[in-house]
């Protein structure tokens, strides 16, 4: 019997995780099926413990979960405990382990997908919810010069300068504080493009030629707010979709001890109007 992965969430229907690992497995040789796993946004313990119980070997975790898997871990990784979230669930020997792998997927995004350099850089993340918390660490670990974060909820971008100002030059921001300074990397971790808008940076806030992400991916690879930093000057303006497959990657890489090719699946997505 091949070993069972499942990606859990709510809605899960959308997701594109089935595909990609399908894709790592075929090109790694690895007996294994990766499913869809569907939950009742009360009943996350329960399909997790049914598919423990079926055999299950690992699973991946998607909205409105990750916090929840990470409470329920009796081991939880370091990074996985500064974003006080979980990506991914490993079943071995009677116990839960989690990871975060979102972080690492984002910095191997910039860095091996977009040739982007993070040592120096002065970053603007925009929001303060759990995508921003989970690059965080990855981002000061890469040597950035600073990470100015900016939420409309100023509350919550403070709570971040407190916790991880430990560890990197780390500030916080309203929104209409951020005129004036310009970034070489405007990082957009807010849940706007899912809504069609676009968070209220002011355009100052883009240095000319700078790199602009945003973590939701499109279909044609084009956000508003993209296509807002590329008239601001943004000289690489890239959405999430690499970061989906190299965050796969690094879970895959987690459960199956191989690193998969990442580019061929990427262009395989993209062409695939992702
Ligand atoms: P996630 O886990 O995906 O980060 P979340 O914890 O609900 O989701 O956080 C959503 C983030 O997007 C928050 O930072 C939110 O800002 P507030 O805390 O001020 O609400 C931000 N956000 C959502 N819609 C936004 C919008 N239209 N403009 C700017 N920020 C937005």
Redesign the pocket.
Same mark, same amino acid.
């Given at each position: 019997m091949p070993d069972r992965y499942a990606v859990i969430g709510n809605p899960v229907s959308h997701s594109k995780s089935p595909q990609i690992h399908a894709e790592f497995a075929r090109q790694t040789g690895q007996d294994m099926v990766y499913v869809r796993l569907p939950a009742p946004i009360h009943g996350f313990r329960a399909e997790l413990d049914r598919f423990i119980a079926h055999g299950g070997r690992g699973l991946n975790v998607t909205?409105p979960f990750k916090q929840e898997a990470a409470a329920l871990c009796q081991t939880v990784s370091e990074r996985g405990k500064f974003a006080q979230a979980v990506n991914t669930l490993t079943f071995s020997d009677g116990k839960i382990s989690g990871e975060n792998t979102d972080g690492a997927g984002l910095l191997r995004d910039l860095e091996k997908n977009l040739n982007v350099g993070l040592h120096g850089r002065r970053v603007l993340l925009? /929001? #303060? /919810?759990? #995508? #921003?918390r989970g690059v965080m660490m990855p981002l000061i670990a890469h040597g950035v010069r600073m990470i100015v974060v900016a939420?409309?909820?100023v509350a919550?971008a403070q709570a971040f300068e407190e916790r991880f100002g430990l560890f990197g030059n780390v500030r916080a921001r309203a929104y209409d504080d951020l005129a004036g300074s310009a970034y070489d990397l405007v990082i957009n #971790?807010?849940?706007?493009s899912l809504?069609g808008?676009v968070?209220?940076v002011p355009t100052s806030a883009f240095a000319q030629d700078c790199v602009a992400y945003d973590m939701v991916y499109a279909a044609d690879g084009q956000t508003a707010f993209l296509s807002m930093a590329r008239e601001c000057g943004a000289g690489i303006t890239s959405d999430g979709l690499g970061m989906l497959v190299e965050q796969a990657a690094e879970s895959f890489f987690l459960w199956r001890g191989v690193r998969p090719d990442t580019a061929p699946v990427l262009a395989m997505l993209r062409s695939a109007g992702a």
């Open positions: 909205v925009l /929001g #303060a /919810g759990g #995508a #921003a939420n409309r909820d919550k #971790a807010t849940s706007a809504q808008s968070p209220p």
